[in-house]
């Protein structure tokens, strides 16, 4: 029996992760911010130790929906790191947003095996969550489908011999619009993504590509390259996940059907592999895979991720902080789709030019510092 606990579990990820899980596994945390109904449900279903709502308010509600069971109930941010502390064998990070940071922070303390859904750790604290791993003996596995593809293109090769890692693209829905139409662009347009079923926010990040800016910054932390290393490549089919090209030109790609189930369950029974609820990929009917350059134009958040790695420190976590604004604005129909790229560089050049950007990500209290002052000035940010 291995124990497991889904930090996120009501979200898309979270959903995804106990729909693999068998009866080998038992549930010990789950949590949500808000869907206090959902939470109980799986928690039942599940039969968890401990349901954690984030929303203290929200903790009536889920005490009186678990009575009668064996699930404990808790709520508040404080019971949520207090449960991210207890020890399992496989842990899923799957919060949103920077909401996620200090849960995984934690859980990289306390779980044998941390898969990696929630980006903005890396992206935030990447030499933090490395070193607490590192300091814990946490194997860390990447969710995202693009990392799960590089880690495993990496398994059983020298690192040293990587010559260059390379992110494939949908292009998500205005692949082909024209800027004038991009302007234009609807919530409704915007949440219209070809390929993948996602959460809300991640979906609106594949529309502005920010969502592969934070992987530039995820890729260079995870695996240790350069900004030099990394190459973005839209491939609007995404059935290669990613490749890695290595110093003797050979490039490994890891292929599959577009359905995140494949990196939550390579992450869930890795190092092996077991069937998966998965369509095959079949090469009879895949009638072609194309590929093409990004358009930095039209897509600025890559031109903004290479800033970001230039200038390293806390840069990543002003990125992050500011897109979450910017992102805030557009779903409340504040901003229009182009603007969240222009309020993300227009908090960028203000810390990076006033050298606010602190380069020391020795602990949280300084990244979470950072946030702060990144989103205050991502809240006066007005459209010229
Ligand atoms: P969702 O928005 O679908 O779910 C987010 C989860 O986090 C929910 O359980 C939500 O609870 C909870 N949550 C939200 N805010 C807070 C908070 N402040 N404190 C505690 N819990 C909170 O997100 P996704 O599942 O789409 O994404 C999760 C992570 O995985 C993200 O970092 C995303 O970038 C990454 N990812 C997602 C992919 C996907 O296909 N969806 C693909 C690759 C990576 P509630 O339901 O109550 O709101």
Known sequence: MRTVSVFGSTGSIGCNTLSLL???HHVKVLTAARNAAKLADQAIAHKAELAVIEDETLLPEL???????SVRATAGQTALIEAAQEPVDWAMSAIIGS?????????AGSARTLALANKE?????GELVNAK????????????????????????QDSKQVRRVLLTSSGGPFRTWSLAQMKEASLADTLNHPNFSMGQRITIDSATMFNKALEVIEAQQLFAVTSEQIDVVVHPQQ????????QDMTILAQLGSPDMRGAIGYALHYPQRKPLPIEPLDFMTLSRL????????????????????????????????AKEVALDKFIAGHIGFLDMADLIAYVLDRLVE??????STEGLDIVMGMDKSARDIGQTWRPT
Request: charged content about 15%; hydrophobic content about 45%; proline content about 5%.
């Open 63 to 69: 005490t009186s929906r678990l009575s009668g069971t």
């Open 133 to 156: 791993c590192a300091a814990s003996g946490c194997q860390l596995i990447p969710v995202d489908s693009e990392h799960s593809a590089i880690f495993q293109a990496l398994a059983g």
């Open 239 to 246: 059935i290669v996940h990613s490749m890695v090209e290595f």
């Open 99 to 107: 909401a996620g940071l200090a849960p995984t922070l934690a859980l």
């Open 290 to 321: 194309d590929f093409e350059p990004p358009d930095e134009t039209r897509f600025p958040a890559l031109r903004l991720a290479r800033e970001v790695l230039v200038h390293g420190g806390l840069t990543g976590t002003v990125f992050n902080a």
């Open 22 to 24: 068998g009866a080998e």
């Open 354 to 359: 006033e050298s606010a950007v602190q380069h």
């Open 121 to 125: 750790s890396m992206v935030c604290a």
